[in-house]
C-alpha cells in the first residue's frame, strides 16, 4: 500500500495515486499525511510525512513549495547531511519569502525540499533504549531512492517537463547519486560542494584510510557517528549565550560557546568521514576578531536546532570511499546524463574534486561552474551577501535550464 490516508487519496487523484506509488519497487513507501499551509497569501506550502518500509525511524517530509503565479518548470531540492529540507528555508530576516525556498517559489518554479532520513531523536538516545538498526540501511543508495520517490510525487503536478534536481554538500552528493540512477528524468542537475569522484590523488589517499576505517566499523556493527551532534550543539550554545563557557569536554577550559563555534565551523575538522579533503573548513574565520569573514553568524545559527545528532556511518562510507576511488557505484553512469549542469566550487570545500566530477559528465548540453576560491564550503549560502553568491547564479541558471 502507498497511501494509508483517504484524505490524501482524494487530495491527489488517482492518476497522481499511479505516480506517487510508481516506486513501491525500490521499497514501500507510505505517505502518512499531508500539511497545507500558506507562508504568504501567494505561496501554499505542503508537507507530506512518508515512512518507507514501516518503520518509525524511516519517516522523512518531502515539503512541496509553490506560487499561484508558477508554471516555470520545478526544482528537485536535497537536504545537507544531517539537516531536513527546511534547510532551504531559513531566513535571517524571519520572512519565509525572503528564504531560498520562498525567493524560488516567487520567481515561479515548483519547489520540492527532500530531507535527508534523521533520527530526530536526543544524544543518548541510540546508545541506550531506542532502536536504531533503521540507520545500516541510510546510504546514499537509500536517499537516492527517497529523491526518486519525491520525484514521482512531483510528475503528478507536472508529468510533461523534467524538473532539475540538486543540493547543497551531501545534497550534492545524493544529487549526483540520483542522476546516476536515472539520467533521463531530470534536465539539469546543480552540485554545490559534494562528490564522491575525484581524481586528485591528496584527496584519495586523505580518505582511504578513512574509508577502512568506516568499513571495519560496519562490519563490527556500528551504525552511527555520535560525534556529529556537535555540529548543532555548537550552533545552539552559540545562539543563546556566545560569552558563557562551553560544556562541551572536547574544548578547552575556558572557550566561550561562541569561539566552539569559530573551532568547529572555521577549522579543518580531525581526520575522518566529515573532512572529505585536507584543508576542509566550512565557513572562513578571522580568529583574530573572533568574527566570520563571509558569513552571517545569525544565518548560520537558524541552522543549529535542524541539526540531527547521529550520523549515519553507512552514508559517511559511501562518501570516504567514492573518494577514495573505491567505490564509483554512484556515479559510473552520469555520462548519460544530456542536460545542463551547474557546478560550485569554493576555495575550501571539495576542491579538485568538483573540478574532476565536471569532467564525468562528458555528454552534459551546458556546464556552468560557480568558482570562488576565497569562500569556505559554506560561505555563499550562509554569507551576507548569500543572494548574490548562491541564489542569483542558480536562478540564472534555471531560466535557461527550464
Not at 35 to 64: C, G
Not at 279 to 284: A, C, K, L, Y
Request: with cysteine; charged share 15%; glycine share 10%.
Amino acid at each position: 500500500m502507498c497511501f494509508t490516508s483517504l484524505s490524501i487519496l482524494g487530495m491527489f487523484g488517482p492518476a497522481a495515486l499511479l505516480a506517487a506509488c510508481s516506486l513501491n519497487a525500490f521499497g514501500a513507501y507510505d505517505v502518512l499525511s499531508a500539511d497545507v499551509s500558506h507562508p504568504q497569501p501567494a505561496l501554499e506550502r505542503v508537507v507530506y510525512q512518508v515512512e518507507v518500509d514501516h518503520l518509525k525511524l524511516n519517516r522523512f517530509a518531502i515539503t512541496h513549495v509553490s506560487s499561484r503565479h508558477g508554471g516555470r518548470g520545478s526544482v528537485l531540492l536535497l537536504s545537507p547531511f544531517l539537516l531536513p529540507g527546511s534547510f532551504y528555508e531559513i531566513s535571517e530576516t524571519g520572512e519565509y519569502a525572503n528564504s531560498a525556498a520562498g525567493e524560488l517559489a516567487k520567481a515561479g518554479y515548483d519547489v520540492w525540499l527532500v530531507d535527508q532520513r534523521r533520527t530526530r531523536l536526543p544524544v543518548g538516545a541510540c546508545e541506550s533504549s531506542t532502536d536504531c538498526h533503521a540507520m545500516a540501511d541510510w546510504d546514499f543508495n537509500a536517499f537516492s531512492q527517497d529523491a526518486l520517490f519525491a520525484l514521482s510525487l512531483l510528475k503528478s503536478f507536472d508529468s510533461h517537463r523534467k524538473p532539475v534536481i540538486g543540493g547543497f554538500s551531501a545534497g550534492a552528493n545524493a544529487a549526483l547519486a540520483t542522476v546516476n540512477r536515472a539520467p533521463g528524468e531530470f534536465a539539469g542537475v546543480f552540485l554545490y560542494e559534494g562528490t564522491f569522484f575525484t581524481e586528485d590523488p591528496l584527496i584519495a589517499a586523505h580518505n582511504d584510510t578513512i574509508c577502512t576505517n568506516l568499513q571495519g566499523a560496519i562490519a563490527a556493527g556500528g551504525l552511527f557517528d555520535p560525534s556529529s551532534a556537535v555540529l548543532g550543539q555548537v550552533l545552539r550554545l552559540a545562539h543563546a549565550n556566545p560569552s558563557a563557557p562551553s560544556p562541551l569536554p572536547v574544548f578547552p577550559p575556558g572557550t566561550t560557546n561562541e569561539q566552539a563555534m569559530f573551532f568547529v565551523f572555521g577549522t579543518p575538522p580531525p581526520v575522518g568521514a566529515l573532512s572529505p579533503t585536507p584543508g576542509f573548513i566550512r565557513n572562513r574565520v578571522d580568529f583574530a576578531t573572533q568574527s566570520f569573514v563571509y558569513t552571517n553568524e545569525q544565518r548560520l545559527e537558524l541552522v543549529g536546532p535542524l541539526f540531527d545528532n547521529y550520523g549515519s556511518l553507512a552514508a559517511l562510507r559511501d562518501l570516504s570511499c567514492g573518494l577514495a576511488g573505491r567505490d564509483d557505484s554512484y556515479y559510473g553512469n552520469v555520462g548519460a546524463f544530456h542536460g545542463d549542469l551547474l557546478v560550485y566550487v569554493e576555495g575550501t570545500g571539495f576542491g579538485q574534486a568538483m573540478f574532476d566530477t565536471v569532467s564525468l559528465f562528458d555528454h552534459a548540453a551546458h556546464v556552468n561552474i560557480e568558482h570562488h576560491p576565497e569562500f569556505g564550503e559554506a560561505d555563499p549560502y550562509f554569507g551576507f551577501r548569500w543572494k548574490q553568491t548562491f541564489l542569483k547564479p542558480l536562478e540564472d541558471w534555471l531560466r535557461r535550464t527550464l
